[in-house]
């Protein structure tokens, strides 16, 4: 199993729409990252964070540490948001490359 | 936006080719990371590094090697590709952890072994 769990795995919204996605973790973190993946396959990185909740624009990530579970919104969803949605934890115990794991992703479609 | 810059961006080549695929970053960042990921599937690690002549191997073998001689270059090697190297590979880079671990990812290269 593993340590990230995304849902939905895909979802398919009208332009317009409140968007969330959620990131499920079973480890102790120091960090939550929420990445965006284009088709392109270039990475992008949206928010980083251990507590609380960050706003940027149209996002919004939110984190609670006590039930290992973040979300990212997005209000007035647009086409230009279709993408991959990726969720990653910096792991306490540390390991390899500061112990980062990767959810599989959300893949996002955003219609007209 | 991110200065960090990976070439080529697309590789087609035969089996038992070398390839180098480049990675370059002018933010300074002591650590950077190679990433393996297949279509529809989550990043996984293949090499990372903290410093100059620092390089471990990740969480998921590979036949690929790397170097990091300079603090702003850290090149992946496969020394005879076959057709299992087919993927895409990410580099990153991170200034360190806590509020410096933002991570910045280059565009990709997206490896096809024949």
């Known amino acids: 199993k593993n340590e990230v769990e995304q849902s939905p795995q895909n979802l398919t919204a009208q332009e317009g729409e409140f968007i969330t996605i959620n990131c499920s973790y079973s480890?102790?973190?120091?960090?939550l990252h929420w990445l965006q993946q284009h088709p392109g396959g270039g990475i992008v990185s949206l928010f980083m964070?251990?507590?609380g909740k960050k706003k940027h624009g149209r996002l919004i990530a939110t984190i609670n540490i006590q039930e290992k579970h973040s979300s990212l919104h997005i209000t007035a969803s647009h086409p230009r948001d279709s993408a991959v949605y990726i969720c990653?934890?910096?792991?306490?115990?540390?390991?390899?490359?500061?112990?980062?794991?990767f959810g599989k992703g959300t893949h996002l479609i955003i219609q007209p | 936006e991110a200065d960090i810059y990976q070439t080529p961006r697309y590789l087609v080549i035969g089996t038992g080719k070398k390839i180098t695929l480049e990675c370059s970053q002018t933010?300074?960042?002591?650590?950077m990371y190679w990433y393996q990921q297949d279509p529809g599937m989550e990043l996984h690690l293949i090499h990372y590094?903290?410093?100059?002549?620092?390089?471990e191997k990740g969480d998921l073998s590979s036949e690929s090697t790397v170097s990091r001689i300079r603090t702003e270059h850290f090149p992946l090697t496969l020394e005879s590709a076959r057709p299992s190297h087919t993927s895409q590979y990410l580099c990153?880079?991170?200034?360190?952890?806590?509020?410096?671990?933002?991570?910045?990812f280059g565009e990709g290269s997206r490896l096809t072994v024949l």
């Open positions: 990153a880079s991170s200034a360190g952890t806590g509020v410096a671990g933002e991570l910045f």
């Open positions: 480890v102790g973190i120091s960090a």
């Open positions: 964070l251990s507590s």
């Open positions: 990653a934890v910096r792991s306490l115990r540390g390991g390899g490359a500061d112990g980062l794991t």
């Open positions: 933010m300074g960042h002591d650590k």
């Open positions: 590094s903290y410093g100059v002549n620092s390089t």
